[in-house]
């Protein structure tokens, strides 16, 4: 196996950050811990005052018995499409014998995402970039909150561009970087802008890049930039719009290099930002289509890609499995 941890920002890049480990800066701990039982304690007294609290983008309310339906999830894990999270329920049922043919879209009423339950692991789709990807996962918390699930851990199972890294290496990320290079989430509320850092968890990510099992490809430690666009967002020259060089746009990516950045998605400053607000453990995980240093459009064959996209689910699938396996012995 093959694994390589970037946990230093490089010096040149001091006039962003200083030259320390990555998780040296991070604000250490929750904001918002779990009750004693492991179960989520959301910080929002309002929700209290609900008599039936609706999840209108899941098609679930609290009318149903969530408790019965989620209160043994473990494991939430969410990518962008609903074939590819379809497809890591299926592995999902391979890795833990589960039945295939009961695999049902909880979520089809609604029409928006889809949703799997494997035993304790529900997998989601949450389409492109953080808006999409954030009611998603806000919905989830509320439910699995209502549901009384203890120490759920959440998975973002994704696709990205690599910096400097070659095609088809999977990158776990160490904390999302923002569009205009801070590593936090700026929402914003009520007219100002609320930053939430966005650290992953340590442990967590150290634990499943030592699950790889390195076949052919490398895993990274790394940062993620989380853009906001995915064309002139990602520093790309193909897009519709472009008033940047080629070699802007080049001095742009290594500084991003430089910065300890090992890819570029669209979620993973969000993710990192709510989970951790949420008191929740939380990992992205991302193979990376192209190395954006060498180009901008993705050009590897679809069956390359599929291959590709496997291993994000096959390293947390292993992850998940060896964790219910310590749990029965
Ligand atoms: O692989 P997924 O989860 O779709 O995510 C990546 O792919 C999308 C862009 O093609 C963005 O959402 C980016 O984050
Ligand atoms: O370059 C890429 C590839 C996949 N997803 C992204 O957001 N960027």
């Given at each position: 196996m093959q694994c390589n941890c970037d946990h230093l920002v490089s010096a040149r890049a001091g006039h962003y950050f200083n030259c320390i480990s990555v998780w040296d800066e991070k604000e250490m701990g929750f904001p918002c811990p779990k009750n004693a039982d492991g179960s989520l304690r959301l910080r929002n007294a309002h929700l209290k005052q609900l008599d039936c609290d609706v999840l209108y983008h899941l098609g679930?309310?609290?009318?149903?018995?969530l408790r019965a339906m989620f209160e043994d999830v473990k494991f939430v894990c969410m990518g962008g499409t609903k074939h590819r999270m379809r497809e890591f329920a299926i592995h999902m049922c391979r890795v833990l014998g589960v039945?295939?043919?009961?695999?049902?879209?909880?979520?089809?009423?609604?029409?928006r995402y889809a949703m799997y339950k494997v035993g304790p692991v529900l997998s989601i789709s949450h389409g492109i970039g953080i808006p999409s990807m954030s009611v998603v996962l806000q919905e989830v918390l509320k439910l699995l909150h209502y549901a009384g699930s203890r120490d759920p851990v959440f998975f973002r199972i994704g696709t990205s561009g690599g910096l400097g890294v070659p095609p088809g290496s999977v990158v776990v990320s160490a904390w999302g970087l923002s569009?205009?290079?801070?590593?936090s989430y700026d929402v914003p509320v009520l007219g100002k802008i609320r930053k939430l850092p966005s650290f992953f968890d340590e442990r967590l990510c150290q634990e499943v890049a030592a699950a790889a099992s390195g076949d052919g490809y490398s895993t990274y430690i790394g940062g993620t930039m989380a853009a906001d666009d995915y064309y002139r967002g990602q520093?790309?020259?193909?897009?519709?719009l472009c008033d940047y060089t080629e070699a802007e746009k080049m001095a742009f990516l290594r500084t991003l290099s430089e910065l300890g950045v090992r890819n570029i998605e669209m979620e993973a400053t969000a993710f990192a930002g709510y989970t951790r607000e949420a008191g929740v453990r939380a990992a992205d995980v991302c193979v990376t289509l192209l190395d954006r240093l060498q180009g901008d459009q993705v050009t590897s064959s679809k069956s390359t890609m599929m291959g590709w996209q496997m291993r994000p689910i096959e390293l947390v699938g292993r992850y998940i499995a060896e964790h219910c396996r310590s749990q029965q012995a």
């Open positions: 679930l309310d609290t009318s149903t018995d039945e295939e043919t009961k695999l049902l879209n909880l979520t089809k009423h609604a029409h569009g205009t290079l801070e590593k520093a790309r020259l193909d897009g519709p």
